[in-house]
T-cell receptor, first 107, second 114 residues
Framework: KNEVEQSPQNLTAQEGEFITINCSYSVGISALHWLQQHPGGGIVSLFMLSSGKKKHGRLIATINIQEKHSSLHITASHPRDSAVYICEENTGNQFYFGTGTSLTVIP | DAGVIQSPRHEVTEMGQEVTLRCKPISGHNSLFWYRQTMMRGLELLIYFNNNVPIDDSGMPEDRFSAKMPNASFSTLKIQPSEPRDSAVYFC????????????FGSGTRLTVV
């Protein structure tokens, strides 16, 4: 049974802090997907990566295939980054979700 | 592009009734996914289609659930008969290439079965 584990489950940070959310998976992947779910419920696809690193604005996602681990970093965090961040493992024909990390950034 | 369009946004129905959720994917996307989200179980993939063909429906909870994609621009998820435990938010998403290039999500349908 494949498992996708995220840590931490909950995270509170002060505005401006550097934030790291971790995701570990147990099966070989085709791609690792980071999702952001806003407090209103809408879901946004942030990154899809299968190797190395991707950057978009203040968000950076990295993946280590050998260690089966991915991280999502937020630099200079802002209250509008407050959301639930979910990682999803895509094996090509199977999809497994982490339970999410709830991030609150305090002004 | 209007994005992935789901309807209705909210649905309240009585136990035993048939419920149909609708999704219009982004034009040109060839994969479509139905998800369910609950507090207890988080986000779960129910079924996904590639080029209108169901590829994996192992997430469909039971025979009361069925999904169709009659053409590239429309999909339905039907629950018959509905039960209170089906209450959840149902999301539809579309993508190119089985999601390997990212997804676009719809706004979701909040279903309440009383």
């Amino acid at each position: 049974k494949n498992e996708v584990e995220q840590s931490p489950q909950n995270l509170t940070a002060q505005e401006g802090e550097f934030i790291t959310i971790n995701c570990s998976y147990s099966v070989g992947i085709s791609a690792l997907h980071w999702l952001q779910q806003h407090p209103g419920g809408g879901i946004v696809s942030l990154f899809m990566l299968s190797s190395g690193k991707k950057k978009h604005g203040r968000l950076i996602a990295t993946i280590n295939i050998q260690e089966k681990h991915s991280s999502l970093h937020i630099t200079a965090s802002h209250p509008r980054d407050s959301a639930v961040y979910i990682c999803e493992e895509n094996t090509g024909n199977q999809f497994y979700f982490g339970t999410g990390t709830s991030l609150t950034v305090i002004p | 592009d209007a994005g992935v369009i789901q309807s209705p946004r909210h649905e309240v129905t009585e136990m035993g009734q048939e419920v149909t959720l609708r999704c219009k994917p982004i034009s040109g996307h060839n994969s479509l996914f139905w998800y369910r989200q609950t507090m207890m179980r988080g986000l779960e993939l129910l079924i996904y289609f590639n080029n209108n063909v169901p590829i994996d429906d192992s997430g469909m909870p039971e025979d009361r659930f069925s999904a169709k994609m009659p053409n590239a621009s429309f999909s339905t998820l039907k629950i018959q008969p509905s039960e209170p435990r089906d209450s959840a938010v149902y999301f539809c998403a579309s993508s190119l290439g089985s999601g390997l290039y990212g997804y676009t999500f719809g706004s979701g349908t909040r279903l309440t079965v009383v």
